[in-house]
């Protein structure tokens, strides 16, 4: 168990660096139009791919976050983990989706996704939105239960702060994304680092 929670710490780690990448390095070259032409692109296809694996990695840190703390935070912790992992679980599916599904459909079938997509109460975008909620909702009440520990609470306050800056920011486009992934993937980092020297002593 010792060497899967540095694993995990370090998957953690790479997760948090890769998002910021992505962020800087591929989301500002997405074409601008409709979702269908976004989605038809190779940076596209590039994009989700990288999010499908950052989303992966963060699968396997929480497991190794959650075996580490062994129990330590209590029943609200363990609902925290468990909403956590669901949201982090179904949001892989998402990206994995988009990646290899969604991307499709945009190249041959574009009116059709177009349709789909601009209904939010259709399953395309509404499994998609149930995905994004349940992860800030389970990642929310995680970063709330390490701010007990003097040893995580760095990472829970830049998490905390993060995630609603992904909304807050979504009106800045490709910056804000950039902007909530550095504050975020900073917090994934500082846990990582803190799960490693941890077990490594």
């Known amino acids: 168990m010792t060497a899967f929670v540095r694993w995990s710490g370090l998957a ?3 997760a948090a660096v890769t998002t910021l990448a992505l962020n800087v390095l591929v989301s500002p070259h997405l074409p601008e139009g409709a979702f269908a032409v976004v989605a038809a692109s190779p940076t596209y296809f590039l994009r989700q ?9 963060l699968v396997f840190g929480l497991v ?13 912790g363990t609902l925290a983990f468990v909403l956590a992992l669901v949201g982090q679980i179904t949001l892989f599916s998402v990206e994995y989706g988009q990646a290899f599904t969604v991307h499709d459909y945009a190249l041959y079938a574009p009116n ?38 003097r040893q995580t609470r760095s990472s829970a306050i830049l998490i905390i702060v993060g995630l609603p800056l992904a909304f807050a920011t979504k009106g800045l486009g490709v910056y804000g994304g950039m902007v909530a992934s550095l504050v975020t993937g900073t917090g994934w980092l500082l846990l990582g ?7 490594a002593a």
């Not at 975008?125 to 709330?144: K, M, Q, T």
């Not at 680092?193 to 077990?199: D, F, P, V, W």
Request: charged share 5%; net charge positive; hydrophobic share 60%.
């Open 112 to 149: 059709a996704l177009n349709a789909a997509m601009a209904d939010p109460h259709r399953p395309l975008a509404l499994g998609a939105l149930i995905a994004i909620g349940v992860f800030f909702i389970g990642w929310l009440l995680l970063a709330i239960s390490l701010l007990g520990s």
């Open 12 to 14: 953690f780690c790479v």
């Open 193 to 199: 680092l803190h799960m490693m020297r941890q077990r």
């Open 64 to 76: 190794g976050l959650q075996i580490s703390r062994s129990g330590s935070g209590g029943a609200f």
């Open 49 to 57: 791919c990288i999010a499908a694996v950052v989303a992966l990695l």
